[in-house]
């Protein structure tokens, strides 16, 4: 009566979804039904095995039996499954059907055991519930660890971090309490400023001013008796050096050309920046794969033959290098020296940015602990102010310095690459204008008929503000980049 029961259910289902389907489905729900509906009610199991069989025959009929109990089984599985289905189809099963929940649940467990990583190749029968325990919490342990393990890295990072700003904070706040150094050293923002606080093998800044004002007054003594002894044995009436001293070449007092030569320099300079920039390419010669030694394109070549000559040429118009000691001992004497003394020894204009970098102590500046730290962490010495002109300067000469010196490279090319640097800073007119505004140097290496004692560079200085506003992204190392290579290499 169950197995009628059920199967008469089973068609109503059946007929039900036939009923509700679409032409397009009706014919191949219908013969599902018919399949089904011949198929018959599964067979009662038997309650005996015949009268005093053979042990073979008993061994057959066993085989037999539970081949019908497996279809038996399988067939009760379906009708339940479909009764299920139709019961809450119907909204008499609150329930999701069974089959439904755990096929749901199968996924689940499948995305699961792919996720933990497990192997459960072995049949899931064959273990216990503890190992099937185990193996799950050894899977989670596999992810869980490393994670809290990475989160502990994460923390002591952090904190050893918190450490080093909280040092560079110090250090900032120790030297910018500092006033300005008593020796002469840089004062902008992050250099480095000695302590003068009295240590074991230094003199006591008072005593050293003492002993600095005693010897200035002991050489005002010895120059001033000089001075009567030239005035009276020879007659110079005054005491300083007269300007014919350094004599005037009437060949290069012309600084016109320079201007000229200069100007045509940055105006090819600027119009291949332009062609680059609407060409979309950053002005950069590293995207250009099949030009030789790397970098040598159009425009550096532009930059390091045609205006860095051009800007070293004019600066170069009347520098010289002069004697330190000249205005104190032979002032005295200057009326004999012009008949004995040959012209001044010319100087390169990159020795001018040297002599910069050396009086403002820029390797002070540059190796201060402060500011060594902060390139270390990648954090601004001085919070989120941009670097002035004249930091950056000490530290793109320093930087050029660095590069260049260990293998010896000329001063052009060392000027060469600062040119460079500056283009890419946009920061080329502001450097110079810190070389030009430097009056001791000035003075102490230019001649009165230069341009740069003259015009103070300024004509100069707005050409070059043509190429302020343009991006550049040129090599600085062209000069060494080789001979780095080289050392790499071996």
């Not at 055991?113 to 193996?135: H, Y």
């Not at 004062?187 to 008072?206: A, H, I, L, M, Q």
């Not at 590293?286 to 800007?311: I, K």
Request: net charge neutral; glycine share 4%.
């Amino acid at each position: 009566l169950l197995a009628l029961a059920s199967h008469f259910a089973q068609v109503q289902f059946r007929l039900r979804q036939v009923a509700r389907a679409g032409p397009a489905e009706q014919q191949r729900l219908l013969r599902e039904l018919e399949d089904f509906a011949f198929r018959g009610c599964p067979a009662p199991l038997p309650h005996g095995l015949g009268a005093a069989p053979g042990e073979r025959e008993k061994q057959e009929q066993i085989e037999v039996q539970k081949e019908k109990q497996k279809e038996l089984i399988l067939q009760l599985k379906t009708q339940l499954d479909d009764l299920e289905t139709f019961a809450y189809q119907e909204g008499s099963y609150d329930s999701l059907p069974q089959s439904v929940v755990m096929e749901r649940q199968r996924m689940i467990i499948n995305e699961l055991i792919k996720k933990l990583d497990m192997d459960l190749s072995e049949d899931i029968a064959t273990l216990s519930p503890e190992e099937l325990r185990q193996r799950v919490d050894a899977a989670i342990a596999q992810i869980v660890n490393p994670a809290r393990v990475k989160e502990q890295l994460v923390e002591q990072l952090k904190t050893q971090i918190r450490d080093l700003e909280m040092f560079i904070n110090f250090i900032q706040d120790e030297v910018g309490s500092s006033g300005k150094a008593e020796d002469g050293h840089c004062d902008c923002g992050g250099s480095y400023k000695p302590s003068t606080r009295p240590s074991g093998n230094r003199v006591n800044p008072e005593d050293a001013r003492r002993m600095q004002e005693t010897g200035l007054q002991l050489m005002r003594r010895v120059l001033a008796v000089l001075q009567i002894f030239a005035v009276s044995q020879f007659g110079c009436a005054t005491g300083q050096i007269p300007r014919t001293l350094w004599q005037k070449d009437q060949d290069n007092q012309d600084f016109s050309p320079l201007i000229k030569n200069l100007e045509l320099s940055v105006e090819r300079v600027r119009q291949l920046a332009l062609k680059h920039q609407q060409a979309e390419h950053v002005i950069c010669s590293s995207e250009l794969q099949d030009v030789p030694l790397g970098g040598r394109d159009e425009l550096t070549l532009a930059v390091r033959r045609e205006l860095t000559v051009a800007l070293r040429d004019l600066m170069a118009h009347g520098l010289y290098a002069s004697s330190p000691g000249m205005s104190l001992v032979l002032a005295p004497i200057a009326c004999l020296i012009p008949a004995f003394t040959p012209s001044p020894r010319t100087m390169h204009p990159w020795e001018l940015f040297v002599k910069y970098y050396n009086a403002k102590n820029g390797q002070a500046f540059v190796e201060s602990p402060a500011r060594k730290l902060s390139q270390s962490f990648a954090l601004p010495v001085t919070g989120a102010v941009v670097a002035t002109p004249k930091q950056s300067l000490l530290t793109a000469i320093h930087t050029v310095l660095t590069e260049h010196s260990p293998f010896k490279r000329s001063a052009d090319s060392e000027l060469k690459a600062l040119v460079c640097m500056a283009l890419n800073e946009q920061r080329l007119v502001s450097w110079l204008n810190l070389i030009c505004k430097s009056g001791a140097l000035v003075q102490s290496h230019y001649q009165p008929w230069s341009y740069m004692a003259n015009t103070g560079f300024e004509s100069a200085l707005t050409l070059l503000s043509r190429l302020s506003n343009l991006k550049f992204n040129l090599p600085v190392d062209l000069a060494v980049r080789q001979l780095k290579n080289i050392k790499d290499a071996f």
